[in-house]
């Protein structure tokens, strides 16, 4: 009797456990559901695997070319070596040279006036054209005048003036006295020594 009940007690617990295990989510099954996982490849794609990782130009970490050894990188210039002209720099040109203006050659004649002198007669005063160096023409501006007087400058003044006197022929205030005008003509000497002075 008592071997019946522990048979039917154990088969009760067997059936028990069958129907728990078979209910239950097996983990087999769901271990075989799962998608199979890709083996990871640690070269990348396009990458020799027998290359040495430490070979120049690749990066060993990596196993890429690293960017120093690419042909496409651009090559900076050399330092110091500019081909572009700085802004804010102006290219020197000379300014054109203004033409020469050519100047009329003056006149080197010119006329120089004497200080005039008083005597007993009257009053003395000459000018004379001076061309250069040279005195060129002798003129008296005043001689006295009046009864005699006028004789007397009529021949100082053709004596001294003009173009072919005696002031042009010698150059100077050393002039011969005229017969009769002393003092006229010492008169003119002073007028013409200080207008040669003024020229010279």
């Known amino acids: ?3 019946a009940f522990l048979a039917i007690t154990g088969l009760a617990a067997s059936t028990t456990a069958l129907v728990v295990f078979k209910g239950s989510p097996s ?3 769901v271990a075989q559901n799962l998608p199979t996982a890709q083996p990871v490849n640690p070269t990348p794609q396009g990458v020799d695997p027998s290359a040495d990782p430490a070979a120049p130009g690749t990066d060993p970490a ?3 070319p690293s960017p120093s050894a690419s042909a496409d990188a651009p090559v900076s210039p050399k330092p110091g070596k500019t081909t572009a002209r700085p802004s804010g720099t102006k290219a020197t040109t000379k300014p054109p040279s203004a033409p020469r203006t050519t100047k009329a050659p003056q006149s080197t004649t010119r006329r120089v006036t004497g200080n005039g002198f008083d005597n007993e007669y009257g009053y003395v005063q000459v000018q004379i054209v001076v061309s250069g160096t040279r005195i060129v023409e002798a003129v008296a501006l005043s001689l006295p ?3 005699e007087s006028d004789i007397h400058s009529g021949d100082v003044s053709n004596r001294y003036d003009g173009t072919g006197g005696e002031v ?3 150059q100077s205030a050393n002039l011969n006295t005229v017969s009769g005008a002393t003092e006229t003509s010492n ?3 002073q007028s013409l020594r200080s207008a040669i002075e003024q020229a010279f």
Do not use: F, N
């Open 1 to 3: 009797m008592r071997r």
């Open 27 to 29: 983990a087999t099954p």
């Open 62 to 64: 990596a196993g890429a």
């Open 145 to 147: 005048s009046g009864g």
């Open 168 to 170: 042009v022929k010698k």
């Open 187 to 189: 008169s003119y000497k």
